[in-house]
């Protein structure tokens, strides 16, 4: 059976160049990712950090959830990062389209157990998202409450990425009116 994680169907969109791949884990902050179960797939959406000193996808969840009791080491693992950008019109409305950049990535599940190495990945989220907030402001978690969250770290193994930019058949483009916010 091909490996179809070098199965690009768009070619024409392929971004292989490693400053590419990593600027967009670096400008993305959320993520979907799916594991294979008995039942069914199982996709999940979170927040990641991208490690670029260990090549690695960082994310976290409840031990409550179902994904708790699926997502753990060992275990293939596909994610998705994307960010869209502008729609735009063309002569046929079979050419509108959207301007994306995407990275998919690749590897196995390596669920974190020891707390120091679980805080240290947690660390890396805080100072990603979070280092504009004075320390002093808030209290820091301790291994009792960081105990119900799952740090898990994905070593990339495959990555590929695609990008689509406006086309030069494009009429006129614009970005559309959502609320990034909830």
């Known amino acids: 059976m091909p490996d179809k994680r070098n199965n690009i169907r768009r070619s ?27 039942e069914f797939p199982l ?19 409840s031990k409550h959830g179902f ?15 994307y960010k869209y950008g502008k729609l735009y019109t063309a002569q046929k409305a079979v050419d509108f389209g959207c301007e994306y950049q995407s990275v998919i990535v690749y590897g196995v599940i390596n669920r974190i157990e020891e707390e120091t190495e679980k805080r ?24 009792v409450e960081a105990h119900p969250i799952f740090v898990v ?8 990425g695609k990008q689509h930019l406006v086309p030069e058949k494009a009429i006129e483009s614009f970005y559309p009116e959502v609320k990034p916010v909830i």
């Open 12 to 38: 024409d969109r392929a971004e292989s160049e490693i400053e590419f791949l990593e600027f967009v884990l670096e400008n993305t902050i959320s993520c979907t990712i799916a594991v294979h179960t008995e």
């Open 67 to 81: 994904g708790g009791s699926e997502i753990v080491s060992g275990k293939k693992i596909a994610i998705s990062i």
């Open 43 to 61: 996709i999940h959406s979170t927040f990641f950090v991208y490690d670029k000193e260990q090549n690695e996808i960082i994310f976290h969840l």
């Open 120 to 143: 240290a990945a947690m660390e890396l989220f805080f100072n990603r998202f979070f280092s504009h907030i004075p320390t002093e402001s808030y209290q820091e978690f301790s291994n």
């Open 153 to 160: 770290k994905v070593a990339i193994d495959q990555w590929f």
